[in-house]
């Protein structure tokens, strides 16, 4: 055969064809490949490694932040500032840019780092046959005709198929099965998963017993953990809708804003006014548009929220999936430790001779069992393995079973460990007199196939049918049998020890739900969200724990062979409207991405449920992946948005809920940031309208004051609000949804503001008049009423700030009244609006703040007037709210 070429990309042969073939596709023998040869076929398939993409630089990171919409608009009144000759004024404005591009940037480094995570499985060496001669090699510089060798405690390096010898290897991370796998170097089986073919060993996974050689046929990303790893980082993570929102407002903004300091400049100058006061004019419309604190209260919301979760046993690791998670419409999630507690126990026996009743025949059933585990005891006594062999041998010696396990052991002939393709187990043991006895245990259908009268004979036709009885009330069902062999050693082939079998009874391991489950399924149905379960155990078992919790409200769905099943399948199960939950049975990994992707394509927010290394791309693929603290693999929580300390379902729903209420918090902020913007507005339209015969009613720095200072800590107390009533008992809000709509808009500017404005330029007007001022009077430096002038606007600002007390009490419910959610319930809001008149009392009555600011100590009764506002802008928004609550009825 033809070496490849480097001009060419090298392909992967089938790893399944005969091995005398697998070898000539290679150009490899019994001697291995030469150095040179290698060296070459390096240069060709590249280093035996995971890559991770590229990642965007810090600089790049930067420019993206510099040039959004808002800065943009910041950097343009930064511009107009220096030109108007001034400079404090450019500075805080540049403050701004750099403060809100600083928190995207710490916010977006967060990256996931699943590829790295999988990097980890590969070892650094390797022992490979080069020159016909044994030698340790970087794992790096493997390529695909190498023959390495394996024993046990060795990492395997690249996907391999077995010429010569046995090992055992723990492809968990692959599979999630925690019993060791035989390999040994025999044909593969056709229409076999890659994963179980008998002869293959793959990157990654770890050899436990017994020594091997085999021939590498794949590397680096042509592997199976090379798949993870690619379609791990096949999408960069997207945008959450509040991101995307946010950003299309933020464009609106701009426009609007820089529309109306355009018209209103031309305007300015030709109505007469110099060309600094236009200029001073225009910049006050683009800073009092744009409200300067609404990135960093965002990001400091949505970190809140991550605390939060985190004290509930959920680690997010993306700030903006705490928004996400108050979409997610559908869960799918595992079964096994994630509904139930992953803690197997026995819980019911059935034998040909007693049924269920317990006898001799029930106590002959749990010595076999107990003789046909591998479980162990620890130094403390406590039994130790996989947990279905420890729930075995608890539960047997419960039913009066000998459990000592070093008798066991001593006793043992031979082990035939549990085979998936088999899906049996057996041991040959020496019974009391000295007989031989091979005990086997396995799925019902396999035992009971290989018994001596036959799968069709009456009494199996029984057992199978209390199989069944015990599978759909949820129980893991194995069959136990057994068979007397003649003295002397095993026999030489596992098929000729398990044949001729004698059924000895049924086993039903279950394991029971959380008790927190059912209520946390009930929650989510009310608040319309759909779960379905994807899980390699029995389709009977997974659908009798589902609708003990409540899956399947009001229809349940059951695919019993899920890797079966194809994409138009998928379709007609997943997309649409449909009411029907699902259990996907006996599924794969894969089988999880292709139900995460049908699901996407169809409109759905998803978040997954995960542990091992090839959930990972299903993970990545959710818009929430969510993987377990305890039991999952590193890479599984690299790769996952969310990580449950707990392994519990419960937490999913919890944040759920959390999203859902950091989302409406998003939403009260913004309704109280927003609310500013008109009375920050209106005054610039006055001065501009009268043509400079009102004088200017607010300063441009009194505006940053207030989106800067006084506004920031109240809209943060905004963001850690109580959930409102009936936060779950609604509907999911489309993933289409704006997070700023219309109502808001309209409550917002136009009721809170502008009835904000009304009080504020009112304040402004009363101090004026009561110092003689009419309309075009002059109030520059040097005129008599250029201190009535100055105290007027610091009344304006005062004003403004008393409206945000008023806007903030306003915002905390959206449709209930204050009184059901609690005047006193907010202590952080209360602690804002303290610190916020603390900080406008400094700004009002401090000399060095007063020159900066422009402002001027207020006469008692104008403090007066101001203290009412808040009560007034409440009082009218709780009117508001009533009435629409009244037409709802």
């Known amino acids: 055969m033809s070496q490849p070429s480097a001009h060419t990309l090298p392909t992967r042969p089938d790893p399944t064809e005969p091995l005398r073939e697998l070898s000539a596709d290679l150009a ?103 020159d016909g001669e044994p030698r340790v090699v970087e794992a790096r510089v493997l390529v695909p005709g190498d023959v390495i060798g394996l024993e046990e405690g060795d990492k395997v390096p690249a996907d391999a198929r077995l010429t010569r010898g046995a ?25 076999v998963p890659l994963l179980q073919e008998p002869d293959m060993v793959f990157s990654g996974t770890t050899c436990t017993a017994g020594e091997a050689r085999a021939v590498v046929f ?26 995307q929102q946010v950003k299309r407002v933020a464009w609106l903004i701009a426009a609007v804003a820089t529309a109306m300091g355009a018209v209103f400049l031309v305007a300015g100058v030709a109505v007469g006014l110099p060309l600094t006061d236009a200029l001073v004019f225009a910049i006050g419309l683009l800073v009092a548009n744009v409200p300067e604190g609404l990135l960093p209260i965002i990001t400091l919301a949505l970190a809140a929220g991550v605390r939060s979760l985190a004290r509930q046993g959920a680690v997010v690791k ?89 008798a066991r052991d001593a006793r043992r002939v031979a082990l035939y460990r549990f085979d998936p393709r088999l899906r049996l187990m057996s041991v040959l043991t020496t019974a009391p007199g000295g007989r031989r006895v091979l005990i086997t245990k396995g799925a019902p259908e396999a035992v009971l196939s290989r018994t001596r009268t036959g799968p069709d004979a009456p009494e199996h036709r029984t057992a199978r049918a209390e199989a069944d009885r015990m599978a759909r009330l949820g129980m893991r069902v194995l069959a136990v049998a057994t068979r007397d062999l003649p003295p002397g050693g095993a026999p030489p082939r596992r098929a000729d020890a398990e044949r001729e079998l004698e059924p000895l009874g049924l086993v039903g391991l279950y394991d029971p739900p959380r008790p927190e489950v059912a209520a946390a399924v009930r929650r989510c149905h009310e608040a319309g969200v759909r779960i379905h379960v994807v899980t390699g155990d029995n389709g009977a078992t997974a659908a009798a724990v589902a609708r003990e919790v409540g899956i399947g409200v009001p229809r349940l769905r059951l695919v019993a062979e899920s890797e079966k099943v194809t994409d138009d399948e998928l379709d007609e199960l997943l997309g649409g409207g449909g009411d029907a939950e699902v259990i996907f049975a006996r599924s794969s990994p894969e089988t999880k991405l292709k139900v995460a992707d049908t699901l996407r394509s169809h409109g759905h927010v998803v978040a997954m449920t995960g542990d091992g290394v090839n959930d990972a791309p299903a993970l990545h693929r959710a818009h929430i992946g969510v993987a377990m603290g305890r039991s999952g693999t590193d890479v599984a929580r690299e790769a996952a948005t969310m990580v449950l300390t707990d392994d519990d379902f419960a937490t999913i729903v919890t944040a759920i809920e959390q999203g859902r209420r950091v989302y409406d918090n998003v939403r009260k902020f913004i309704v109280y940031i927003f609310a500013h ?65 219309r109502d ?90 303290a610190f916020e ?24 009764d104008v403090v007066a007037i101001v203290m009412v506002f808040p009560v007034l802008v409440w009082g009218t928004d709780e009117l508001r709210r009533r009435y629409r609550r009244r037409r709802a009825r």
């Open 318 to 406: 993306r700030l903006s999936a705490v928004e996400t998670l108050g979409s997610t419409d559908v869960v799918c999630t595992d079964k096994t430790g994630t509904l139930t507690r992953n803690a197997m126990r026995l819980h019911a026996t059935w034998t040909p001779g007693d049924g269920t009743a317990a006898g001799p025949a029930t106590r002959a059933l749990a010595d076999a069992v107990t003789q046909c585990t591998t479980a162990t005891r620890d130094a403390d006594g406590a039994v130790t393995g996989d947990p279905t062999e420890v729930a075995l041998v608890l539960g047997a010696g419960e039913l009066g079973a000998d459990t000592d396990l070093e």
């Open 744 to 833: 808001m808009l309209v409550r917002s500017w136009g009721y809170l503001g502008s009835v904000s404005a009304v009080l504020a330029l009112g304040a402004f007007f009363y101090v004026l008049w009561r110092a003689g001022w009419q309309h075009g009077a002059p109030t520059e430096p040097g005129r008599p009423l250029h201190d009535a002038y100055v105290t007027a606007t610091t009344a304006t600002f005062a004003a403004i700030v008393t409206c945000q007390i008023g806007t903030a009490f306003a915002a905390r419910t959206e449709h209930a009244s204050l009184r059901e959610v609690g005047l006193l319930t907010n202590p952080l809001l209360l602690a804002g609006i």
């Open 28 to 130: 490899t023998g019994p001697d291995g490949l030469s150095q040179r040869e290698a060296a070459r076929r390096l240069a060709v398939y590249g280093p035996n490694e995971v890559r991770a993409r590229s990642r965007t630089s810090l600089g790049a990171e930067l420019a993206r932040q510099v040039t959004h919409p808002l800065a943009l608009l910041l950097w343009t009144a930064m511009a107009l500032a220096f030109v108007a000759g001034i400079p404090v004024l450019a500075g805080a404005i540049g403050a701004v840019i750099v403060v809100n591009a600083a928190f995207a940037i710490l916010q977006e480094r967060e990256a996931e780092r699943a590829v790295e995570a999988l990097a980890r499985y590969l070892p650094e060496q390797a022992r490979v046959i080069r």
């Open 677 to 741: 913007l008109t009375p920050e507005v209106v005054p610039f339209l006055v001065f501009a309208l009268s043509a400079g015969a009102v004088p200017l009613p607010l300063t441009v720095l009194q505006i940053l004051a207030i989106d800067l200072g006084t506004e920031t800590l109240p809209a943060l107390a905004l963001g850690r609000e109580r959930s409102e009533p009936g936060i779950m008992a609604r509907p999911p809000r489309r993933r289409t949804q704006a997070v700023i709509s």
């Open 837 to 860: 008149l603390a900080f406008t009392a400094a700004l009002v009555y401090l000399p060095p703040l007063q020159h900066l600011f422009g402002t001027a100590p207020l006469p008692p």
């Open 218 to 243: 794949a590397t680096g990303s042509r592997t199976e953990l090379g798949r993870v790893a690619a379609l791990s980082q096949r999408d960069r993570p997207e945008r959450s809708p509040l991101e």
């Open 167 to 191: 090992i055992e290897v723990d492809l968990s991370m692959l599979t999630g099965e925690s019993v060791p796998a035989e390999r040994e170097a025999s044909p593969a089986l056709p229409g």
